[in-house]
């Protein structure tokens, strides 16, 4: 079992920034990729960021929906057992739920099936 706990959401201005917290325990947070996903009210829940445990045959460790490339970036930190998502410029469009997940396997992170626990969610409130 994993338990993840996410933190940092808030209302804040189109514009603004904010630093999502993911605190993970129950299991060794360092062995598995890790996801951010959100959900604004009516939608399906969508992928928003992953990050590898290592680096893919290309190099890449972290990959991004292309609604948030350049505008977000996700990070982890193994002796925190605590993965970040730093949310900058943000949107209306981006107000939603925000969860994070630990990975089943290191492809087709941007897929809700690669994914086995999940946090509740943090709520992002971005005004206009």
């Known amino acids: 079992q994993v338990q993840l706990v996410e933190s940092g959401g808030g209302l804040v201005q189109a514009g603004g920034s904010l630093r999502l917290s993911c605190a993970a325990s129950?299991?060794?947070?360092?062995?598995?990729?890790m996801g951010w996903f959100r959900q604004a009210p009516g939608k399906e829940r969508e992928f928003v960021a992953s990050?590898?445990?290592?680096?893919?045959?290309?190099?890449?460790?972290?990959y991004y929906a292309d609604s948030v490339k350049g505008r977000f970036v996700i990070s982890r930190d193994n002796a925190k057992n605590t993965a970040y998502l730093q949310v900058s410029g943000l949107r209306p469009e981006d107000t939603a739920i925000y969860c994070c997940a630990t990975a089943l396997r290191s492809w087709g992170l941007e897929e809700r099936s690669a994914y086995n626990y999940w946090g509740q969610g943090t709520q992002v409130t971005v005004s206009s």
């Open positions: 990050i590898l445990v290592g680096v893919s045959w290309s190099g890449a460790r972290s």
């Open positions: 129950g299991r060794t947070f360092s062995n598995y990729a």
